[in-house]
């Protein structure tokens, strides 16, 4: 009987070609596979290796984006007072520092500002001459007297300078001590010049808490440490003291004056020192103003130098910042000192 079936004790043939190549079909496929699989995982690698690369190089074009920002913001005002021009342009010029507002310790118009701003403007080479342009109601005596101390020295270390102070609405009280250090005051006619004196201002609320019912309960040690206590009636002695301070420092003012005046003071004239003031008319006629004029009037009559720049020293407003932050640490350190037990306040 013929054999339909091979039998299962007999070998299969897989040498033949139609299942051979089925197979290397099927395994050539499952490379294939592999291959397209690494290949997307290496292609994604490289993506994410060049966006991490790009951000990298972003974060550090922007950090020196911004120091350059800041260099920039912080020279560019040095560079405005550097006066670089064009070779063809004239040289020489008027240099000008402000003293605008009251004069006192962290105003713009205290003397750490303007004596930066005069010490520039000495300094450059071009500068012809300088002109102090006043507008200012007074202030602090310590203040005033540095401005004017710091006029003199540089006066003498920079003989062939001239220093003149132009008066624009005001030059009273610590205004016109400074102003008395220049060469020569100019001012508008209608200038208010003068009110070379000193005043200590005080209150007296012993009365109004009497009626309202409220007693003073302040506490000193030292018997004047609670000195001209507005809640108190004044005393005869610290009123005494605190005169002979005023009669003092004006004194000082008075002699300031008459060293940077001197002979052109009209003599006489007693009321030039009792805090009066006066208009710029009036003020030519006392001695305390030399004439009428600007500063550009000044810059270009007189220092003959037409072109102005200005040497007014300004903050930065990134030092401002820094200040204003600092300046406020220190003020929440110390009210957690002020909460611990056994701290009180001193002044």
Known sequence: MDKMEPELSDPVDTGKAPFRDELLEQMQKERSLERRVLEEMFAQFLSEQRRARRWKLFFRLFIVGYLVFLGWMGASQEWEKMALHPLTEEKGHTAVVDVMGPIGGGAPAGAENVIKGLKAAFKDPETRG???????????????GQIYDEIKRLRKKYPSIPLHAAVEDSCLSGGYYLAAAADNIYADKASLVGSIGVVMFNFGFEKALEKVGVEDRNLAAG?????????????????????GLLDRIHAQFVQAVKDGRGERLKPGKKELFQGLFWTADEAIELGLVDGFGSADWVAREVVKAEKVVDFTFEERWVDRIGKRFSETLAQAVAQVILQIPGYGSLR
Do not use: C, T, Y
């Not at 300088?130 to 005033?144: E, K, M, T």
């Not at 018997?223 to 005169?243: C, I, W």
């Open 130 to 144: 300088v002109i102090l342009r006043i507008n200012s109601p007074g202030g602090s005596p310590v203040q005033a």
């Open 223 to 243: 018997r004047n440490k609670s000195f001209l206590n507005p809640f108190k009636p004044m005393q005869e002695d610290e009123v005494n003291h605190a005169k």
